[in-house]
């Protein structure tokens, strides 16, 4: 018993500690910003919808997100980064402590191959949190600002046949925005579901690729290059948008009652009219911002020539392996020559037998993180007859 209390107490203290400061402005620097600014070109509209905040007064605020749809996460990572860029003051005032935590899913963050590169630990290192109802609740009752994807796991499993097609939001967003009167900012992201284009997915294949810790596998034009293992890790270059709305306070949809008078069945009726309020506004950004060409290849282009001067190789994916890893072992105190740096992006480039490597080198991890992910990826149960009753008569 006592021994489960400091373990408890440890991950508490885990939870709240701010990430290194070294570390998280080194990878932005080196990593992030060069794939932000001249890789994916991220536009960032409507910052002036973000409550002011000074520090860490409260409320808190709960920034809310679409998932793109069987592609690895650079869209969370960017938004990530973008409002931390945003939201922080400029460099030499900034406290990264006050950074906004994201939440992410557990059986993505603790899967090895689900961080870049295999890099153990690299969610929370940057400053991560995984997305249970505790940590939400914890983390805003700090003064921490959030980034979570209502969605979950479904929204990035949906497939490219349900594009922009937002999927059930999880209710925990507007229990803890009405326990702590956080508002919630939602962010509209576009063109996120043509980093991996024409993707779709097939439950039985997925059954299998879940057994090595990959919750979906996606099926489209990219399919067979994921032989390269830098491929799974990869993305299309599409010009992201990042719409940001003005907040919503669910706490006026309940009539301003306290988080204990309120019922489960309102909690889920008002997590319906938060999606069907984001969904709206996601299909009018898509319509001012997505009709255009996704990837905007001349725009591109003229950062791949010109304006990305010093960061012109980080532009290929195919040398993404060899950014973060150089960087992970750099900080970390490894060795950076280019003989150990190619030695470790190798099997990244490698069909079938580099992916053959590196579950060899890391299966002690993978074989045990795999047990818990079917468990983690059981799709939400259908809410019961006695709720979807009582939220058909709301709606009417």
């Not at 961080?115 to 400053?127: H, R, S, T, Y």
């Not at 690729?209 to 491929?231: A, D, N, R």
Request: aromatic share 14%; charged share 25%; net charge positive.
């Amino acid at each position: 018993m006592k021994f489960r209390k400091e373990l408890e107490l440890e991950k508490k203290l885990d939870l709240l500690a701010p990430p290194d400061p070294k570390y998280v402005d080194t990878l932005a620097e080196e990593c992030i910003a060069p794939l932000y600014d001249h890789y994916f070109r991220c536009q960032i509209i409507g910052e002036e919808n973000i409550p002011l905040r000074k520090g860490m007064e409260k409320p808190p605020r709960i920034f809310i997100a679409n998932h793109s749809g069987m592609a690895f996460p650079w869209d969370a990572m960017m938004l990530g980064y973008g409002l931390a860029r945003k939201i922080l003051e400029p460099r030499e005032n900034r406290k990264l402590s006050e950074m906004p935590r994201s939440l992410s899913a557990p059986a993505l963050s603790h899967m090895p191959q689900m961080a870049p590169f295999f890099l153990p630990g690299w969610w929370k290192k940057g400053g991560c949190v995984d997305a249970t109802f505790e940590n939400f609740d914890t983390l805003l009752s700090r003064g921490f600002d959030v980034i979570i994807y209502p969605e979950g796991i479904a929204g990035i499993g949906k497939g490219f046949g349900k594009k922009y097609r937002l999927q059930r939001f999880s209710s925990s967003v507007v229990k803890m925005s009405i326990k702590h009167s956080a508002p919630i900012v939602p962010i509209c992201v576009v063109n996120g579901e043509f980093i991996n284009p024409f993707a779709y997915n097939n439950e039985e294949i997925n059954r299998w690729v879940q057994k090595i810790g990959i919750p979906y596998l996606p099926l489209g034009p990219l399919t067979l290059f994921l032989l390269f293992p830098f491929m799974f890790y990869s993305g299309m270059p599409a010009k992201l948008y990042f719409i940001i709305c003005k907040e919503v306070y669910p706490s006026e949809w309940a009539g301003n009652r306290s988080y204990e008078e309120i019922q489960e069945p309102e909690f889920h009726h008002y997590a319906l009219l938060l999606r069907r309020q984001v969904q709206k506004q996601l299909l009018q950004g898509v319509k001012k911002y997505g009709r255009t060409k996704p990837y905007q290849g001349g725009e591109f282009l003229s950062h791949l020539l010109w304006k990305a001067k010093g960061h012109r190789l980080k532009l290929f994916p195919f040398m993404w392996p060899d950014l973060f890893l150089t960087h992970w072992h750099r900080f970390h105190g490894g060795k950076t020559d280019i003989f150990h740096r190619f030695m470790r992006a190798l099997p990244y480039w490698i069909p079938l037998f580099g992916w053959l490597y590196l579950f060899y080198e890391n299966w002690p991890r993978l074989a045990q993180k795999a047990k818990t992910l079917g468990f983690a990826l059981q799709k939400k149960r259908p809410p019961s007859p006695e709720i979807k009753k009582i939220l058909e008569e709301q709606i009417k």
